[in-house]
């Protein structure tokens, strides 16, 4: 249970407690609104602001076109337009700020993207609570012998016990030592900035993260992707119904044009149009190396 | 007037329809909403939307820092200390969006500014309105005799009116020749791209600016302070009273410590220990160059 | 001609006056250091610096990779990879530094691409030169009639020659008047920062531009590309040629995944595989709306 | 010994090969040119490519100021005149790549400094080596009992000695564990990117990490500060020895002007000022809270 029961009721409160805005309103989001999505064992994602709606992004896209826009039969058409034609600044206009609790392994993906505002816990001020990821059986992927950053089959029964013993043993341990070294009785106590040292990478920390849509889409992009980390994933995929509530227009255009398309070389096209007239077209032909053929072949089905 | 009635119907319309909402609410921001401010002769800037007030800097601190800062008394004392030991993140929690109309050479400044979010109206899509930036007479100065980058005194009445006339009728000429040369009666009519090259950068534009509180009190410092500009200070100027209006707290703040304070090198701060001990300091035994020693004379008064 | 023999000389000097490193260095670089490439009639690219090679890409990327990246046979095919799979980081390695006189319309377009650093000629500060674009005859383009943001056929002769006419006389006699204005000959001497604001927006500026390679590359899709404004896409086309010389492994992977392929969404991809399959696929039937279809058959041919 | 045998034939060849360029070569930091300055017990930090120096510097401010810039007697005066008036754009064209062995503890506080380029060791794809870091005895430091974010004395000696033996134990026991879980032998073997998970926030990563040289700056002004934690201190500070090789006015002036600088608010300015009037100012009469007071007589002495 990720959230206390004083969490909890500040969720409550802050939900029963409307006011008036004459700000633009996504009544999909305001569902949202506070409410904390478990994700993992400890983990959350909840919205705690957003500006803007599909309304808005349109609305930007006429201040820069003017009038010509106003011929778009309505603001989906305009708003898929703008995706196709990777016209970004329109989806900037939109901004979420989202609290999310989440292990520091995958916080440290997290934050290689740069284009974001970032408040996090400070385990140089404050005391790390004991709270630590460890993996569903399910999810205890052996290494991919295919591919060096990829993850295979789930292990075997006996082995994922070992495992998660491990996982357990040393998180606690570590724990128990990291108090043992602040405490304050009968010793000085170690400073806090030195202590958090001793704590594993699926220990659980926390931040406020703010960003505009379209960087937004793009890390779903990477991060809701099948190639991402699992860990990393499904946070991706609690934002993603998010988006889907906040800016319905724009989210379905994203998944047409983003998440369900693909790039296509200058090569690979070459081979499509000649494969569309009835040629034969082989690795061996095609231009391209095994694994972009391979690659290929995925998309093209 | 910078404002068609249809403009204004439309800014009556949004301000007298509330909607309900679960956000962050700032009442003087709420107050400001949508209204055109008026700056220069045809210029203006308006609030289109806001995400957080003062409770949200101090929320997202109280993040970062845990427990310990409740012992701040206050929000107004915990978002002083922010300010003054430069925790910038905090105030990137806040996030803003202007409509502003402005001539071509100030938005040229402004741009430079690039942590920001724009969508700004095409020439190359849109026909460009007939709006030039003249200025008002005491607004015409002479080029300064002490600084290259600044003005001196206004120009005399006959000067002025030379100037002013020649202002006038160059924007008015090099418009109508904008149109003559877009027009399609009895010719194929230049392309918009390629006919906006002959308008003088005192012609106005607009664009929506969204930007985090942090990134637009920089802005205002720079642009706020009494070298700036004149034509860009009046927009930074119009942007305090609103920004004094959403987050009086943190305004203030940035009053104290930014807009009125001043950094001192190591180098003046040794005069300043020096000249509270009673030694005289002149420049000649200060260690600063005649023009640092004249900065520093201003700053201590 | 765009360089003064000052200029020229100064550049002679730079080139003929090799040092010692222990850096990287791009031979097809050195070819082009300080040396200006005229683009457009007054306006040129030098590059004045530059960090980083093909090998210097590869060796980021390995940092990341470790040991597995070995396994690629050469940094050609890595670089591939890297450019295949939007691995962005290793591309933002490299550095570029160039020298850019431009006219002030373009200048506008190329200043939106806001992850650079950028140092521009201030008329505050200095005197504009009596510079200005003036297109060729056959790049004075009519409005196209199909496309709001576009060029159609050249002008004819007549209404070329018109237009020809307005813009130097109007460029002329701005340029005079902003000289009259500034002068302190019998008169007090309206300030730079005032002045400039009567010169139309195809005078000519400069600046220092400096972004690193995956920035650029970015920069260069979108204005190398058809759609853009002929007068940007001359500009772009200098810079790939130049890049091109710098880091000619990852210019070959850019052209062939980025500036020669297309995206397809989710829609055209289930299009192609139904061709692929025999099936007669029709705008009617396709899924995608007439703009779609129509951008979908110039991807396929 | 952070370095291997392998690794330094490697800097050895490198040092020993120059080639000949034409762009600005900076002595001082040819000097520094892949060697590497050990940091704490196993880490370090090495040049791996620069671009500029001073002269470069000065070459943008004088883009944008023009002739103006000429008067200024000479590039330091130039520069401290920069550095003074907060010009931030000239420091832009400067830029570092330094490669970095950091704990990764130190490496989460150093990469929320966004505007940078980095390229990680990823622990998904390769293995960690079993390096830790474990402090040196007067690096053991008591939590502070007046700053929550800081340290008191060193630990005595039998505390001390009883959290390095817990530091050493957690780490190689955590390391032994991550090896077993990821060992195919005899079992499937824990997919890396799970197994790191075990490891403790001591142990060691690299990343290649690019930055500018007013950004550079600014993080040397936050991390190289009395108030920074010691051991991102220690990396700061191998940095600024390398800055004041590579552009020494550039660095001198950075001295004076930031990090022995001090930012007073206005209302202490005010307090400045009466007191050089002979005024007798307290606590309770300067308007300022008990903690900026404090810090205010920390500043004048």
């Not at 989202?98 to 001020?125: C, D, G, M």
């Not at 609570?129 to 089959?153: H, V």
């Not at 609690?238 to 724009?250: E, L, M, N, S, Y």
């Amino acid at each position: 249970m990720p959230l206390t029961p004083d969490q909890q009721a500040d969720i409550d409160t802050l939900r029963s407690t409307p006011a008036q805005t004459l700000r633009a309103v996504s009544p999909g989001m305001e569902a949202h609104l506070y409410t904390a999505h478990p994700v993992l064992d400890h983990g959350f994602v909840r919205v705690i602001d957003y500006m803007g709606d599909d309304a808005a992004i349109c609305q930007a896209a006429r201040v820069s076109y003017g009038k010509g826009t106003k011929s778009v039969s309505n603001d989906e058409g305009l708003i898929r337009y703008l995706m196709r034609h990777w016209h970004s600044t329109p989806f900037e206009m939109c901004e979420i700020k989202l609290h999310v609790k989440l292990p520091v392994f995958v916080a440290r993906q997290w934050i290689r993207h740069r284009t974001a505002n970032v408040n996090e816990y400070s385990a140089r001020y404050s005391i790390l609570d004991r709270e630590f990821y460890i993996p569903a059986p399910d999810a205890l992927a052996a290494q991919s012998t295919t591919n060096n950053q990829g993850r295979g089959e789930a292990l075997s029964g006996d082995e994922a016990e070992r495992v998660l013993r491990i996982l357990r043993d040393d998180a606690m341990r570590c724990y128990d030592h990291y108090e043992a070294m602040i405490s304050d009785e009968g010793q000085q106590g170690l400073a806090r900035e030195l202590a958090r040292m001793n704590l594993p990478a699926n220990i659980y920390t926390q931040w406020y993260w703010k960003v505009d849509l379209h960087n937004l889409l793009h890390f779903l992009r990477l991060r809701a992707d099948a190639h991402a980390q699992y860990e990393i994933r499904v946070y991706a995929e609690a934002i993603c119904a998010i988006v889907a509530d906040w800016v319905p227009a724009a989210y379905s255009a994203f998944e047409d044009y983003r998440m369900g398309g693909a790039t296509l070389s200058s090569t690979a096209l070459e081979c499509v149009r000649r494969m569309l007239k009835g040629e034969e077209v082989t690795q061996e032909n095609s231009g391209m190396s095994k694994g972009e053929w391979r690659e290929f072949q995925g998309v093209i089905g």
